[in-house]
């Protein structure tokens, strides 16, 4: 087991529930865990300390600049060329060819991505209440939910080319901007006299940074195999594999990284954190119905508008296949019914892939066309208006901090 993180022992966060129960059944890794609820990410938060010292925007301006052109770091802080000169030297650890396998595999799911991450991964992250409090500080998803969903969206498109998590690559810079957006925020954050750290621990801690890979890797292969589709062994690794890079370079703690590695390690590491998280609060039900209502926001003509409810239903049904009942009852997730729907549909994909399994060449082709419709996607989700990911504001922080 690695060294815990720098933080007495003795003392968590209230959020760590269910101590007593997570010691007997996980053993030290529950501690272990619950111990990066205090730490940040220190790269980055040195290089956003540096960046804004050098007056309002103008740092965080010249960083960002430097990463979308590639251009001579020398004008930065020392901090913020660290950043840099980490982020361009990927860890000996990557494997190119099973980033390619795992990006090829990830975009054969399509736009079904979409629906697991929206339905699965993003919903189960909004039954802890301590967890989605960055998000409701910096309204992220309770007043700009359908934006902010297109922006998580670029991010996945970027990240699941091959190649994109590459040093100069699309995936790369946005993973980079996230990374120093998320500095902000936890700076803005901890200076704010609303959070309450003794409940909370640290904004956007290690712990749920960690979290967010297990949502876009293990999260999505067990929905997307409860639907129907199907992936080797090889597969699998290769997904967790491009996700573990992406977390790396988002910061995350390699001794975290190295226990979401492993598909069955990251889902008992995703089994844990639901025993340890404190329960859904009304954030967490004001984000989620936020989140059904995505449907409604995006019907841009007369067909969308006439099938936006019968989608957010189908996704309501989503919710209730992939999460417990529990907290889907906790969200109040309504429509259970509409499971049988979500079960129909699991047929035609298990039909399809039985097809693609069979058909020579299927592989690629299937990768090329969900892709292309995931991407397609996103387009029209966005507007043309690429997304900046900056935050409009923090409750009860210095405005000047994310400006």
Known sequence: MPDMPPRSRESFPSRYRNRWYARQRYGALADWYA????????????????????????????????????????????????????????????????????????????????????????????????????????????????????????????????????????????????????????????????WRAADWGMPINQADMAGTVIEFSSLMLRGARQIGFQFTREEADAVMHLWCVSGWLSGVDPALLEHLSDERRAWHIAEMIDQIQPPADDDSVALAQALRGIFGAFALSPFDRWMAPLLQRYHDGLVWTFNAPEVASALEIPNRRWTTAVRGVSRVIRSTERLRRNLPGANRLWAAAGNRMLRDHIELLLEAREPDFVPRRVKGGDQRAVA
């Not at 990830?106 to 993003?122: A, D, K, N, P, W």
């Not at 969206?153 to 590459?166: A, H, K, P, S």
């Not at 995936?171 to 901007?177: A, F, P, V, Y």
Request: proline share 5%; no cysteine; glycine share 12%.
């Open 35 to 194: 111990g990066y609820y205090w730490q940040g990410d220190p790269l980055a938060d040195d290089a956003v300390q540096a960046l804004q010292a050098m007056g309002r925007g103008r740092g965080l301006r010249m960083f960002r600049e430097t990463v979308e052109r590639g251009g001579d770091p020398a004008g930065l802080p020392g901090a913020a060329r660290r950043l840099l000169d980490v982020s361009r030297t990927l860890p000996d650890w990557v494997d190119r060819d099973k980033m390619r396998l795992g990006a090829r595999t990830y975009q054969r799911l399509g736009v079904s991505s979409s629906l697991i991450l929206s339905s699965f991964s993003l919903m189960n992250g909004y039954r802890s209440s301590a967890g989605v409090k960055p998000l409701v500080w910096t309204g992220q998803l309770d007043r700009m939910a359908p934006r902010r969903l297109a922006e998580t969206g670029r991010f996945v498109v970027e990240t699941i080319q091959e190649d994109g998590l590459l040093p100069g690559h699309a995936g790369w810079k946005i993973t980079l901007h996230v990374r120093l957006m998320h500095a902000v925020v936890r700076q803005a954050l901890r200076r704010s006299p609303e």
